[in-house]
């Protein structure tokens, strides 16, 4: 079926790709993972790595690499449906988005490898990069969307759509700046001690971002629903 016909068809199966390709392989990753895998603090990249997952980190790999595929396929369902109204916009959180997927998709790939061109942490570096480009592109789907007149008596799913995107970035940026603030102003104990909690785990936030962003794209398709482009 046309992508440019049936945005909302074609989304549709891009979350059962998602649900499988990210939740259903790392979930499965994780059950197997050498000792105790503990999603609040151990961050995604663990499961990819051959140091700390050495027998099952190709399943994470693939998992991931065939998340940035259908992410970057997403982009094209959500520009076929908002170009019309919002074209600048729309496009340029299309570009972001794919930026991010193939991030992501290079990130995957080369996570078996110890050292790529001369860089130790050059996964951890483009997993990074891959995580700033989503982050940018759904706050730009955000204001898109929210804000168009097709969707302004959809307050429930609009006020969703911007909860699901500031609740993980906003967390993340305040767990940072704490950090940091912590650094400045307590002692080397202190520090460490919150450096360890919770609200300062990177690996909580980015499970979390996971969480939200395809819960996000499950709203969106919502959107997509009908004849009528967004």
Same mark, same amino acid.
């Given at each position: 079926m046309s992508l440019k016909h049936s945005p909302y068809s074609t989304a549709r199966l891009l979350l059962i790709g998602l649900a499988i390709s990210f939740f259903g =392989? =790392?979930? =499965?990753?994780?059950?197997?993972?050498?000792?105790?895998? #503990?999603w609040r603090y151990r961050v995604i990249s663990s499961l990819a790595s051959p140091k700390d997952n050495p027998h099952f980190h190709g399943v994470a790999s693939l998992g991931l690499a065939w998340t940035g595929v259908f992410l970057w396929m997403f982009a094209d369902c959500l520009l076929a449906a908002t170009r019309a109204a919002t074209p600048r916009l729309a496009i340029r959180a299309s570009r972001l988005q794919k930026a991010g997927a193939m991030w992501l998709i290079l990130a995957a790939l080369i996570s078996s490898q110890d050292r790529w061109l001369g860089r130790p942490r050059l996964h951890e570096d483009l997993a990074e990069l891959a995580g700033l480009f989503l982050g940018l592109a759904f706050v730009l789907w955000t204001w898109g969307l929210v804000t168009r007149p097709a969707t302004t008596k959809r307050y429930g799913l609009k006020i969703m759509l911007v909860l699901l995107t500031l609740l993980p970035l906003g967390g993340l940026l305040l767990s940072r700046a704490a950090l940091f603030i912590a650094y400045l102003? #307590?002692?080397r104990a202190d520090y460490e001690q919150f450096k360890h909690s919770l609200f300062c785990s990177l690996a909580f936030w980015e499970w979390s971002g996971a969480v939200c962003l395809y819960l996000f794209l499950v709203v969106a398709t919502f959107l997509l629903k009908g004849r009528t482009p967004l």
């Open positions: =392989l =790392l979930f =499965l990753t994780a059950s197997i993972y050498p000792g105790q895998y #503990d102003r #307590d002692s």
